[in-house]
């Protein structure tokens, strides 16, 4: 699997399991883990641009 398809695949996977664990933290009253899943998201947001970007350049 080349390495553009290999980080957008980990950035949408990081992206789903940050907005479950904000989901999780809303419902059980963690601010914390409602922390640790928004920053969980924009990793995920990243490294899908990451391998958008990886795309465009042939890796």
């Known amino acids: 699997m080349k390495a553009s398809t290999r980080n957008q695949a980990a950035g949408t ?4 399991k940050g907005e479950a664990k ?5 419902v ?3 601010k914390l883990l409602q922390a640790k899943g928004k920053a ?3 990793v ?6 990451v391998g958008k ?3 465009r ?3």
């Open 13 to 16: 996977a990081n992206i789903v």
């Open 40 to 42: 969980q998201e924009l």
């Open 53 to 55: 970007s990886q795309q």
């Open 44 to 49: 995920g947001k990243v490294q899908k641009e």
């Open 22 to 26: 904000q989901i999780a933290g809303k």
């Open 57 to 59: 350049d042939g890796y």
């Open 28 to 30: 059980l009253g963690k």
